[in-house]
């Protein structure tokens, strides 16, 4: 198992692993800061990762756009899920590759969560969610019964989505935000209830 990001979500992701038995061989970083990380030898990113052909690999970057052009560009590589324990995740629920689970997520029946996606901790997505590849639901954040979030969307700490709501692709919403309307691509929401700071480009 290899990270990628030497960082403190790699910080986070390396205890989950940890916990499951699991001791990564390496961090790369692009730009390493430290030769080690919580007793993890730090490597710079081998130009040629033939190296790891026989590894799985999880992109420890937070941010959701790099961590989609990581994606693309290791993509030759198999990759892998991280989900803490205390995750309480329903039997049918699917969680695409390269995803992560923190402590203390609640997943209820039904919901579909994509690739390279960051369920941080405490998080709830209750039935029949759908949420897209390389989204960030923060700490604390809810998404009731039948919240669909699109693809790079960053829900902040503690937001809360009520049921049937579509967030769409690429989206920000605000920390502690309530939303009860749609939310379109590309367009950032903040306060109770939420409102568009931002409009998207047509």
């Not at 560009?73 to 969680?95: G, K, L, N, W």
């Not at 902040?156 to 605000?174: E, L």
């Amino acid at each position: 198992m290899i990270l990628f990001g030497a960082s403190g979500h790699g910080k986070v992701i390396l205890d989950i692993l940890r916990r499951r038995g699991v001791e990564p061989r390496a961090f790369w970083d692009d730009k390493p800061a430290l030769t080690h990380l919580m007793g993890v030898q730090v490597f710079p990113t081998p130009e040629n990762s033939e190296m790891a052909e026989l590894d799985q690999l999880i992109i420890s970057v937070g941010n959701n756009r790099i961590r989609q052009l990581l994606a693309e560009r290791f993509s030759m590589h198999r990759f892998a899920t991280a989900i803490h324990p205390s995750a309480q995740i329903a039997e049918d629920v699917e969680i695409g590759e390269g995803s992560v689970v923190m402590a203390g997520v609640l997943i209820n029946p039904g919901c579909r969560i994509g690739k390279h996606v960051i369920l941080n901790t405490g998080c709830v997505v209750d039935h029949d969610g759908r949420i897209g590849d390389f989204a960030h639901i923060s700490p604390n954040a809810t998404l009731t019964g039948n919240v669909t979030v699109g693809e790079g969307t960053h829900l902040g700490a503690g937001a809360v989505v009520i049921p049937g709501i579509a967030v769409g692709r690429w989206a920000v919403i605000g920390a502690g935000s309530v939303v009860i309307r749609p939310v379109p691509d590309h367009a950032k929401a903040v306060g109770n209830p939420a409102r568009l700071m931002e409009r998207p480009e047509l």
